[in-house]
T-cell receptor, first 113, second 114 residues
Framework: DAGVIQSPRHEVTEMGQEVTLRCKPI?????LFWYRQTMMRGLELLIY????????DSGMPEDRFSAKMPNASFSTLKIQPSEPRDSAVYFC???????????FGSGTRLTVV | GNSVTQMEGPVTLSEEAFLTINCTYT??????LFWYVQYPGEGLQLLLK?????DKGSNKGFEATYRKETTSFHLEKGSVQVSDSAVYFC?????????????FGTGTQLKVEL
């Protein structure tokens, strides 16, 4: 298995632009998580899905952030419009059972200038 | 609510030294406990886990024992190597109204020097 695949690995964009981050979970995993990591705030859970349905989006910082999971093999995290304070590494993770340990992707490093 | 507290880093050790990274938790019910490791520029990787009291998780020379009486899950290794330099995260998983999800500590950076 190729693991959790995230794209792009790096994204540099200008303030105000729309940014879309992509994630392909491990086949058969029924949980998918989006995290954000910064030096100041550490690792933050943004949203997670179970069987493609959003279960808890209380960590999504603002209405500028949205996430979708149209099918079991693909999820997106969109920021529109982006701001410099959104600069962070965004991780996607998937799990077969919610507490069976997660497999993380390599992350997308987002820089908003 | 659920929470995980880890010792502040960075922890700097010489190669072959003994490592302990402290982790305590607060949770309702009976959580599962995990240690994750993050190498520079990479995502988190599961290092070891324990699912019930007195269980010992182990992997790559690292060990941690689930201590319910002290609500702790300290990470230990008898002899660290330079290649162990990374950030280590303690985490717990417990069922909430929204399902199971992991709660992470803030991470502890380990630096191992020759």
């Amino acid at each position: 298995d190729a693991g959790v695949i995230q794209s792009p690995r790096h994204e540099v964009t200008e303030m105000g632009q729309e940014v879309t981050l992509r994630c392909k979970p491990i086949s058969g995993h029924d949980y998918l998580f989006w995290y954000r990591q910064t030096m100041m705030r550490g690792l933050e859970l943004l949203i997670y899905f179970n069987n493609n349905v959003p279960i808890d989006d209380s960590g999504m910082p603002e209405d500028r952030f949205s996430a979708k999971m149209p099918n079991a093999s693909f999820s997106t995290l969109k920021i529109q419009p982006s701001e410099p304070r959104d600069s962070a590494v965004y991780f996607c993770a998937s799990s077969l059972l919610g507490d069976d340990g997660y497999t993380f992707g390599s992350g997308t490093r987002l820089t908003v200038v | 609510g659920n929470s995980v507290t880890q010792m502040e880093g960075p922890v700097t050790l010489s190669e072959e030294a003994f490592l302990t990274i402290n982790c305590t938790y607060t949770a309702t019910g009976y959580p599962s406990l995990f240690w994750y490791v993050q190498y520079p520029g990479e995502g988190l990787q599961l290092l070891l886990k324990a699912t019930k009291a007195d269980d010992k998780g182990s992997n790559k020379g690292f060990e941690a024992t689930y201590r319910k009486e002290t609500t702790s899950f300290h990470l230990e290794k008898g002899s660290v190597q330079v290649s162990d330099s990374a950030v280590y995260f303690c985490a717990l998983s417990a069922f909430t109204g929204g399902g199971n999800k992991l709660t992470f500590g803030t991470g502890t950076q380990l630096k191992v020097e020759l």
